[in-house]
Each structure stands twice: as C-alpha cells, then as structure tokens.
C-alpha cells in the first residue's frame, strides 16, 4: 500500500547549483512511486513532467547505468537491481537504523507480533526496518512502503511531539482519503488521537491501514528532541482485545524506543 507521491517541482532555473539534467533523472525514477505495473515511454514522461524526448534520452541512460530495463516483451520499463545498491548504502549508513537494530529485534523476541521502524517524512511514515510475524501481505513486507502520517499509529505518536500548530499545518496539506471504512479522516479526531498519544507516550490505532489490524506507535526523536522515526508493533484483533494488546505491548515499545535513544 504504497502511496503516490507527488511530483517533485524543480527550483527555479536562478539556483546556480542544481543541476537539471539530475533533476530530470530523479524525476523519471520517481515516475515509478505507486505503479503496480511497467511504464511505457509516454507514461514516464507524463508521470515526470517532462518531454517524451528528454524521456527517451534520461530513460536510455539509466538503462545504461543499470537503474532501469525494459521488461521482457520490450514493452515498458521496471527499476532494476543498482536501486537496491542504493537502498543498501542509505539503510547501512543510517545511524538511527545501526543503533534500532539490536533493539528492534529484542522487542519481536518478546512481542511475537510484527515490529517496524518508519522514518518520519512530513506527510507519509516510510518503513525502513520490517521484522515480520506469521501472517502479512506482500506489500507489509517491503523496506521502502510508505503510509499516511494522519492516520497510523506512529504518526499520531510522531505528531504528538510536535507544536500544536506543526500538527495544524500537516493536517492542513494531508490527503485525508480514508484507507478503511474505519480511518479517521475528521481532523478534531485525529487531534484527539495526538492529545491522547501526549498523555500515554505512544498511540494505539484500530483498523486504519487494515481491516483487523491493531497497532502501537512511540516515537523516536532526535538529539534536539524532534520526532524523526517510530516503531510501530501490529497485530491481529482477533487475536488481542485493544486494552489488553495495549498492556502487553506499550511498555515494551516504549523501553525499545528508549534503548535507541540512548545508544
């Protein structure tokens, strides 16, 4: 469940130091944010805000870099295996994600239910760490997926670190199309969430990316105490009340996000 991102606006053609032609090229790779299929040309093209011709030639030469290919019928185009090198290097380099590690794993120990760390990024949470239970879709699985901020429970935990009028502003610039016939989309209601996630120092949510899904957010701030990650524990509702889900796993979570903290 991988939301779309908006197309990046490039700066105006004064700022001496960005580059254009990389602007391009980033651009096309975004073109593939929430496809579910290869894209042809054009559909590059629409999808990056660019000329068929400027396309072709960013196309080819990623292509040649080995960070796109053609599919086998010759009839669109997939990412390929160097976006992996990339996604390597950020994730082994990321300070936050060498310290969570040991202790994200420790928490599934004794959760025994799926445990993720999501990187804040203003309007969307970005899974950067997925530690698996017994049952999950495909998508659940995958490093890089992204969520709303407005209605999971790790980004009630994250907006409950933020001033009153940061929330106001995000709540303001979200796309709040529900996922579930349960996600909450009413921004008094989301506010309501926040305040409660101020007073427990974690957010429980019910049902808003998945039907039956109960899940558990702290957030992890920075050395200047903003929030920048949360761990989030899921689980089954037929398998725990909400409260008793919460008594079992708030306190776990909440020591895991300090360990991190302090390492």
Request: with cysteine; net charge neutral; proline share 7%.
């Amino acid at each position: 469940m991988s939301s779309a991102n908006p197309r990046p606006e490039l700066p105006p053609d004064h700022d001496p130091l960005f580059v254009q032609a990389i602007g391009r090229g980033m651009q096309v790779m975004q073109a593939f944010s929430g496809s579910d299929r290869p894209l042809s040309l054009a559909e590059i093209a629409a999808r990056a805000g660019i000329t068929r011709s400027a396309a072709q030639r960013v196309v080819h030469t990623l292509r040649r870099m080995g960070y796109l290919r053609s599919t086998a019928e010759g009839r669109g185009f997939l990412p390929d295996l160097k976006i992996l090198d990339l996604t390597y290097d950020y994730l082994r380099l990321n300070p936050l994600l060498r310290r969570a590690s040991p202790a994200l794993l420790e928490l599934r120990r004794n959760v025994r239910e799926r445990v993720d760390l999501s990187l804040f990024d203003g309007q969307r949470m970005v899974y950067a760490a997925r530690m698996q239970s017994k049952r999950e879709m495909y998508f659940a699985t995958l490093v890089g997926n992204t969520v709303p901020t407005f209605c999971t429970s790790g980004g009630w935990a994250v907006m409950a670190m933020l001033p009153d009028d940061q929330v106001d502003h995000l709540l303001a610039q979200a796309d709040l199309r529900p996922l579930t016939p349960r996600t909450l989309t009413d921004p008094d209601a989301i506010r309501q969430q926040v305040r409660l996630a101020r007073e427990t120092g974690h957010a429980l949510a019910l049902e808003q990316i998945l039907m039956g899904e109960i899940a558990l957010g702290v957030a992890i701030p920075d050395a200047e105490g903003r929030p920048v990650a949360a761990i989030h524990v899921a689980g089954s509702l037929a398998e725990w009340e909400p409260e008793e889900f919460r008594r079992r796993v708030a306190p776990l979570a909440s020591e895991t996000a300090r360990a991190i903290i302090s390492a």
